[in-house]
């Protein structure tokens, strides 16, 4: 059986949106401290007996979410025409971390986006897709 490690790291970033067409308060102008946990998988692990450097997933995490800090995301070419939800805004997060990350021995397993203490979304896509 082969073994597979995840190893996971948490970022926050605060951020305006408003829902365009929301049948509610969310449809206005609001703001949240939105938490970000990235988890990528490594089947492997390198010279050191790492899968990756905790470092390099943080970094990676705080180029994709500095560019969301402090900004009203509806304003922002990713969320233009997309509503700035939280699945969107985990999907988002998730590719552009991807696209830095992934490799021959690790990939990008899922991005969980917390709105609030007690509502988030998980999101992650299935590797063997086309």
Do not use: Q
């Amino acid at each position: 059986m082969t073994g597979r490690y995840t190893l996971k790291v948490l970022v926050d970033f605060a951020a305006a949106h408003s829902l365009r067409d929301y049948p509610g308060d969310c449809a206005r102008l609001h703001g949240h401290n939105w938490k970000v946990e990235v988890e990528v998988e490594a089947r492997e692990l390198d010279a050191l007996g790492m899968g990756v450097d905790f470092k390099t997933i943080r970094r990676a995490a705080r180029e994709v979410t500095d560019a969301l800090d402090h900004r009203y995301l509806n304003e922002l070419p990713a969320f233009e025409t997309l509503n700035p939800t939280a699945e969107n805004i985990a999907a988002h997060l998730f590719r552009e971390l991807a696209a830095r990350l992934n490799d021959e021995r690790v990939r990008v397993s899922a991005v969980t986006v917390w709105e609030t203490e007690r509502a988030c979304v998980r999101y992650s896509e299935d590797p063997t897709a086309p």
